[in-house]
């Protein structure tokens, strides 16, 4: 997201050169897919959390390029909002007892910009959506300082022509009236709100659609167990409030576009995959680009020569286009490799729950793509994006589709299903066994508890408000004990609502 662009202006003959070049980048990974030369390398994990800085009154602290300044790593880097930062960990094998150690080193990381956040008077916060963001923060002088975010912000409200609308509505909190958002925003801001954990997968390209496959299937289930992001402009709204809100922050379609059946740029998909290919085809069939820069490098000259293509263009698109499991082409020391980014998991609450989802999701995603007879020859793909939407919305109150089974609860689903599925893919991909009985433990305990970050907010500030507290005073509130929990590395499922 903060790739560095140019600057210089674009006019109607760049766009055209730039739809002849990404095609050319196409035909290009068609050669390199049908030669081979990708990487062989066993399967990698790669982890970037998207983080919040809240100041003194847990408000939002616009202050992340003073804290990069301070932290002066490269791990660290800009994201949308001046309030956010990014986090990109070391990619590292799938196996033995990596998934400890990037617990270890994960936990480091944020300590230690934390303490240089503190240095400028800001704390961090990892959490899905923060709860204290007022529509005043949604201004365009709140974007980060990077070229790429005001072109992006330009570009999607050049092509929709209109303020965005926010319109959403959750299930009420227990024991009070459901509520409704409806709010305009003049700048992509909103997305801002949006801080994901994004899991990497390095794959082999004969390996990439059962893989992709796989996460598909496998998003509702995460979004239901993983919920972190329940409120926003001080509504309650779906557990995971990041879902809906990042398909409006970056629709680029007015209401008649949508009428017509346009795709969104944040986008599930439509089908089940047979290559990589077919991914990177849609989005040059489907999305005009908003970002019409040219490399110097013609890609099929570099597959003449001998050198694996940077396939700029390509890549530049793939990252205007949000899918929820999007596909990766990436070159890393003159070797080209393909990788699965699962998108749909908020940051938090904590770090082991963080790295629990992760274990989770990495074994399942290896036991579902292992299978004899697919699950996806199984299920329709509507019935994966409906999971999608009911997981985010309902967390452990959904009911998902799963075939064999029919409508099952997540909880159920994961402990009599997905969990056990779970510790054989991590074994075949040879991860520890105490990693893999650590983090699997985790997830079994949450589903048993029922309880996920947004659960616990929620019923936080039902608290909180029983005792006297106005909406905002008991955001505030929550989010204070929400840090002091958070800093115990604990799990969400053992904090007690008090």
């Not at 609308?165 to 949006?194: F, K, N, Y």
């Not at 263009?313 to 003159?334: A, C, F, M, Q, S």
């Not at 929550?478 to 115990?488: K, V, W």
Request: proline share 6%; glycine share 8%; net charge negative.
């Amino acid at each position: 997201m903060g790739q560095d662009v140019a600057t210089d202006s674009v006019d109607r003959s760049d766009r055209q050169r730039y739809r002849r070049k990404v095609q050319r980048c196409l035909d290009a990974l068609a050669r390199m897919l049908a030669d081979g030369g990708f990487s062989t390398d066993p399967p990698r994990m790669g982890l970037e959390v998207e983080l919040n800085l809240v100041d003194d009154g847990l408000q939002p602290a616009m202050t992340n390029g003073v804290v990069l300044e301070k932290l002066d790593d490269p791990s660290f880097t800009t994201e949308l909002g001046q309030h956010n930062l990014e986090l990109n960990m070391r990619p590292r094998p799938l196996s033995g007892d990596q998934a400890s150690e990037l617990e270890m080193e994960l936990r480091a990381s944020l300590a230690h910009a934390d303490m240089k956040a503190q240095d400028a008077g800001a704390r961090l916060v990892m959490i899905g959506m923060l709860p204290t963001l007022r529509e005043e923060h949604f201004k365009a002088k709140w974007l980060s300082n990077n070229a790429r975010y005001a072109m992006l912000n330009d570009r999607i409200f050049a092509a929709r022509g209109e303020d965005m609308v926010l319109a959403m509505d959750g299930p009420a909190i227990p024991g009070q009236r459901g509520e409704r958002l409806r709010s305009r925003a003049d700048s992509i801001l909103p997305e801002a709100a949006c801080t994901s954990a994004q899991l990497h997968l390095q794959v082999p390209p004969e390996q990439f659609a059962t893989h992709w496959n796989a996460a598909q299937c496998l998003a509702g289930v995460q979004v239901a167990i993983g919920a972190n992001s329940p409120f926003l402009l001080r509504k309650a709204l779906w557990h995971e409030t990041r879902i809906p809100l990042f398909l409006q922050a970056t629709d680029t379609r007015p209401e008649e576009l949508k009428n017509q059946g346009v795709r969104p740029r944040v986008w599930f998909g439509e089908r089940w995959i047979t290559s990589i290919f077919d991914l990177f085809e849609e989005n040059v069939r489907y999305f005009p680009g908003l970002l019409p820069h040219l490399d110097d490098e013609d890609p099929v000259e570099a597959l003449d020569e001998g050198r694996a293509p940077r396939l700029t263009e390509l890549r530049g698109h793939n990252g205007t286009i949000w899918r929820w499991n999007r596909p990766v082409y990436d070159v890393v020391g003159g070797v080209p490799h393909l990788r699965v980014e699962n998108r749909v998991l908020p940051a938090g609450p904590t770090v082991v729950d963080l790295v629990a989802n992760a274990a989770f999701f990495y074994g399942a995603q290896r036991a579902l793509a292992a299978e004899d007879r697919p699950l996806w020859t199984q299920m329709s793909f509507q019935a994966a994006e409906e999971n999608l939407y009911a997981g985010a919305r309902h967390a452990f109150d959904a009911q998902l589709y799963w075939p064999g089974i029919g409508w099952v609860p997540p909880d159920e689903l994961v402990l009599r299903r997905l969990l056990p599925m779970a510790h054989e893919g991590l074994r075949d991909c040879g991860v520890s066994d105490a990693a893999r009985e650590r983090y699997l433990g985790v997830i079994e305990q949450r589903c048993l508890a029922q309880r996920t970050g947004s659960i616990w907010q929620r019923a936080t500030v039902a608290r909180l408000e029983d005792r006297g507290l106005d909406r905002d005073a008991a955001l505030v509130g929550m989010l204070r004990r929400y840090i002091e929990l958070a800093s115990s590395n604990q799990p969400v499922h053992t904090w007690m609502v008090i």
